[in-house]
Nanobody
């Protein structure tokens, strides 16, 4: 059974930075493509970034390019999302999952950007 545990969120002022972590178990981590998603209040879940299980460059949605960096540590079964220059519109709960999506989302980690 796949399990995801996200952490690292918090309340940050605009322009601030955060690093989110997602630890996944129940998968062959190094062979798995993994995604970060976010869900803002009243909106659907949005794909934000992807780290592939090969040498393909990461994917970023246009709204976060240049500000978000996804990375992975296969030895730790963990992916990261380094976020710089946070904006109020980045406020959301952030989740991770595999590709294709597996059932059983984690609890997510709340990021709130506000002055």
């Amino acid at each position: 059974q796949v399990r995801f545990v996200e952490s690292g969120g918090g309340l940050v002022q605009p322009g601030g930075s955060l690093t989110l972590s997602c630890t996944a178990s129940g998968i062959i981590f190094s062979a798995t493509t993994l995604d970060w998603y976010r869900q803002a209040p009243g909106k659907g879940r949005e794909l934000v970034a992807t780290t592939y299980n090969n040498a393909v460059a990461p994917y970023y949605v246009d709204s976060v390019k240049g500000r978000f960096t996804i990375s992975r540590a296969n030895a730790k079964n963990t992916i990261y999302l380094h976020i710089n220059s946070l904006k109020p519109e980045d406020t959301a709960v952030y989740f991770c999952n595999t590709r294709p999506i597996r059932p059983g989302w984690g609890q997510g980690t709340q990021v709130t950007v506000s002055s």
